[in-house]
């Protein structure tokens, strides 16, 4: 089992800067490619970025690109989302999420474990 545990969510002014962590259990972290998503009421969960279980890329949405960056310290087994130049629409609750050990990620359905999400709220 992979556990994952989102913070760093608040109330933050449009233009505004916030940085997600996800803290996850040890075992095979660092062989598990690691995303976030997120959603809003009424909203179906979508795609925000993703990092490779080595690091080596990084994917984004075409609305985080600039915006957002996602990194990952394989040492404290945690994975971060800085946000930047934030939005109104960035307001959502944002979920961290896991892939399968040693395997690649395509769609929504590769990632099987989840957090419980944080909060972002960005005022206008």
């Known amino acids: 089992q992979v556990q994952l545990v989102e913070s760093g969510g608040g109330l933050v002014q449009t233009g505004g800067s916030l940085r997600l962590s996800c803290a996850a259990s040890?075992?095979?972290?660092?062989?598990?490619?690691m995303g976030w998503f997120r959603q809003t009421p009424g909203e179906e969960r979508e795609f925000v970025a993703h990092?490779?279980?080595?690091?080596?890329?990084?994917v984004y949405a075409d609305y985080a690109k600039g915006r957002f960056t996602i990194s990952r310290d394989n040492a404290k087994n945690t994975v971060y989302l800085q946000m930047s130049s934030l939005k109104p629409e960035d307001t959502a609750v944002y979920y961290c999420a896991a892939g399968r050990a040693f395997s690649g990620v395509s769609t929504t359905s590769d990632f099987i474990y989840w957090g419980q999400g944080t909060q972002v709220t960005v005022s206008s």
């Open positions: 990092i490779t279980w080595s690091g080596g890329s990084t």
């Open positions: 040890k075992r095979t972290f660092g062989s598990r490619a």
